[in-house]
């Protein structure tokens, strides 16, 4: 059973700072992509930030130079260093990963986590 443990989601006054942590278990293999997306109330789903297994990163422009994205690939963890957040950051915040099973291309959603940013 394949699973996506979120955390580090909170109320953060703006400027400030929070850090999200995924952790993947029950997949056997390594994992492709890992990364982050975000949906605030009454908008779509937005991909926020992508890191493949190599380390080679991806970044929405609303966000790039304020978060940063790593993985430790040893521990199929990935985490989003989110700085200078902004009130439009707020939104529930989806960890997403890719990965083959066999010659399957399977991709999993975790179950988000709340950000939310006061202004």
């Known amino acids: 059973q394949v699973q996506l443990v979120e955390s580090g989601g909170g109320l953060v006054q703006a400027g400030g700072s929070l850090r999200l942590s995924c952790a993947a278990s029950g997949i056997i293999g390594s994992i492709n992509v890992m990364g982050w997306s975000s949906q605030a109330p009454g908008k779509q789903r937005e991909l926020v930030a992508v890191?493949?297994?190599?380390?080679?990163?991806n970044y929405a422009d609303s966000v790039k130079g304020r978060f940063t994205i790593s993985r430790d690939n040893a521990k199929n963890t990935v985490y989003l260093q989110m700085n200078s957040l902004k009130p439009e950051d707020t939104g529930v915040y989806y960890c997403y990963v890719q990965y083959y099973s066999g010659s399957y291309n399977v991709e999993r959603w975790g179950q988000g986590t709340q950000v939310t940013v006061s202004s």
């Open positions: 890191i493949t297994s190599g380390g080679s990163t």
